[in-house]
Nanobody
Framework: QVQLVESGGGLVQAGGSLRLSCGAS????????MGWYRQAPGKQRELVAG???????YYAESVKGRFTVSRDNAKNTVYLQMNSLKPEDTAVYYC??????????????????WGQGTQVTVSS
């Protein structure tokens, strides 16, 4: 069982930055692939970024070059650094654990553990 707690969301102007954090319980964190998803009002939840246990990364095209996913296994935490934010980045952001990271054509399939979500609002 893995429990996830996100933090770091908020209101920011377009062009600004935020860093989301996701703390995970349990001793198996270092072996888990992790992902960040987001869901905007009226839209389906979409994958934003994924990171393997070995810190290989995947990014959706819409955030590539602006967002960076990283992990600190000593702190059982995964981060999402978001720069050059746009109004279309406004969404609830969710942390996901124990997914599958595909290394050869990088992507991430969701696992069964989800955080509660953190709201990110980007004003124009």
């Amino acid at each position: 069982q893995v429990q996830l707690v996100e933090s770091g969301g908020g209101l920011v102007q377009a062009g600004g930055s935020l860093r989301l954090s996701c703390g995970a319980s349990g001793s198996s964190f270092s072996r888990l692939a992790m992902g960040w998803y987001r869901q905007a009002p009226g839209k389906q939840r979409e994958l934003v970024a994924g990171i393997s246990s070995g810190s290989r990364t995947y990014y959706a095209e819409s955030v590539k070059g602006r967002f960076t996913v990283s992990r600190d296994n000593a702190k059982n935490t995964v981060y999402l650094q978001m720069n050059s934010l746009k109004p279309e980045d406004t969404a609830v952001y969710y942390c996901n654990a124990a997914g599958t990271f595909w290394p050869y054509n990088p992507s991430y399939d969701q696992g069964r553990y989800w955080g509660q979500g953190t709201q990110v609002t980007v004003s124009s």
